[in-house]
C-alpha cells in the first residue's frame, strides 16, 4: 500500500481522467476518447434538433388545420353566388392603345355573357387633382364612350 501511495505522488495525473468516481465508491469506465464536454455538446445538439423538428412538424399541422377550417365548404356552384354585379379589372393596353370597333365590340359581349356591371380601367397614376394624364391614357375617353354606347349600365371607373 505505501508503494501504491508514493507512486500517486511521483506519478502526474492524466486529464482528462479515464475513470471517475461515483458517489457509493464504485468507479464508472467513460467512452474512451470522449470527455463529458462532448456528451454534453452531443445531447444538447440532439435536444435542438428534436426542438426543431417539432417545431417544424407543429407548424405544418397547424398550417394545415387552418387550411381547412378557413375553406369555403358549400355544394353550391360558383354561379349561385353571382348576383350580376361582378367587376373585372382591365389591363392599360385598353386605354393606352386605339382599338377597333370589333376589338370593343368582342369585349362588350364578353362583359354582357359574364354580368360585368363595373369595369376597373387601368389609366397609370392620376394627377393630384384626381383627373387622368392624357399621355398615360390618350384613349381613355374612347374607351368609355365605347363601353358606354354598347352596354349603357356598365360603370367604367379608372383606377
Do not use: C
Not at 91 to 120: C, I, K, M, P
Not at 130 to 156: C, E, Q, W, Y
Amino acid at each position: 500500500m505505501a508503494l501504491k501511495a508514493r507512486e500517486r505522488r511521483t506519478r502526474p495525473p492524466v486529464w482528462p481522467l479515464s475513470t471517475s468516481k461515483k458517489a457509493d465508491g464504485g468507479s464508472s469506465a467513460a467512452v474512451p476518447g470522449v470527455s463529458r464536454r462532448s456528451n454534453l455538446r452531443r445531447f444538447v445538439k440532439g435536444a435542438v434538433w428534436t426542438l426543431l423538428t417539432l417545431a417544424m412538424l407543429l407548424a405544418g399541422v397547424g398550417a394545415y388545420g387552418y387550411w381547412r377550417v378557413s375553406q369555403t365548404v358549400t355544394s353550391y356552384a360558383g354561379a349561385h353566388f353571382n348576383q350580376g354585379h361582378n367587376a373585372v379589372w382591365l389591363e392599360h393596353t385598353w386605354v393606352g392603345v386605339q382599338h377597333s370597333e370589333a376589338d370593343y365590340d368582342a369585349l362588350a359581349n364578353q362583359l354582357e355573357r359574364e354580368q360585368v356591371a363595373y369595369v376597373f380601367a387601368h389609366v397609370g397614376p392620376l394627377t393630384s387633382d384626381g383627373s387622368i394624364p392624357d399621355t398615360l391614357a390618350p384613349f381613355a375617353r374612347a374607351f368609355a364612350d365605347a363601353m358606354h354606347t354598347r352596354l349603357p349600365n356598365l360603370k367604367v371607373l379608372a383606377w
